[in-house]
């Protein structure tokens, strides 16, 4: 396995694999990685000659400092899990310097409006520094094909939007969320939940579960009120937003069309943890 924390000594290297023409597989990640990750990484690994998985806790897309701050750190335990399915693959973990030259803020980016949904609307400025570290990253390590977890349904859409506006010549490819037995999708933000909240949270997926189920019968109205209602009575959690959305323009479902694909949106704090999960409808 190939480690480089510097982006010069990477492209060094990444040089000598451009020039062969072959496949390159690219898995960004901000590190302590899950089996969710770890899928990624196999799907590259099945799809691709080389493969590069990024290790960075970009700081221009969290919109709250203590987010950033007890974001969990573990590169030598990623390096290890890594390890445990790929020989060969090539770590990049650069540090913020590296990256930002000294200049840590995010460019603006137009994705056509997706950008103030949901995330957007609940995290202000976090898709521009999702395009910023994405874009630096994507130009950097110049892959074939990069692989990006469901889980950040409206983050794999931006992606998309931004290599398709700047014409990066790039595959994207989206992956099915991993969950926990619980039903609990796979996060890295799961690691800080006590084994309490982690029980408790698999009211997420139920809800999720539920939502599409009804979905079927019911209006988008109906099925987000029951939601709302129905996870105010956890006490522990608090519900940041429910949204049944168009799948491409994320835009809220007001009357059902049967030519339109629809996907449920949820966001919650549980223990001032935010944790956010999603289904699609149909
Ligand atoms: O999904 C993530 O882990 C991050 O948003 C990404 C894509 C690695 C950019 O920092």
Request: charged share 25%; aromatic share 10%; glycine share 4%.
């Amino acid at each position: 396995m190939q480690i480089f924390k510097e982006k010069a000594l990477l492209t060094a290297y990444l040089k000598t694999i451009w020039d062969k023409n072959c496949a390159i597989g690219f898995v960004p990640t901000m590190g302590a990685l899950h089996q969710g990750h770890l899928s990624l990484i196999k799907k590259s690994l099945a799809e691709n000659d080389y493969n590069v998985v990024s290790i960075f806790v970009n700081p221009t897309q969290f919109n709250n400092s203590q987010d950033l701050e007890k974001y969990p750190r573990t590169l030598e335990i990623d390096i290890e899990k890594i390890r445990t399915i790929c020989s060969d693959c090539i770590v990049f973990a650069p540090s913020v310097d590296d990256i930002y030259e000294g200049k840590t803020n995010s460019k603006s980016f137009n994705y056509d409006g997706i950008e103030h949904e949901m995330e957007g609307k609940h995290r202000p400025g976090h898709f521009d520094g999702v395009g910023t570290i994405v874009k630096k990253l994507f130009e950097i390590v110049k892959p074939t094909n990069a692989y990006f977890g469901e889980k950040d349904f409206q983050q794999l859409q931006i992606v998309k939007k931004l290599v398709a506006k700047n014409d990066l010549k790039v595959n994207i490819i989206g992956c099915p969320i991993f969950r926990e037995a619980n039903g609990l999708a796979m996060s890295s933000r799961n690691e800080r939940l006590s084994i309490k909240d982690r029980d408790e949270a698999s009211i997420i997926y139920n809800s999720l579960l539920t939502a599409k189920e009804k979905f079927g019968t019911k209006s988008a109205n109906e099925v987000s009120n029951w939601v709302k209602h129905s996870l105010e009575k956890n006490k522990n959690l608090t519900l940041e937003y429910f949204e049944i959305a168009d799948e491409t323009t994320l835009k809220t479902c007001i009357r059902k069309s049967k030519h339109k694909k629809y996907r449920a949106f949820i966001a919650v704090f549980i223990d001032n943890i935010r944790l956010i999960d999603n289904i699609s409808l149909n």
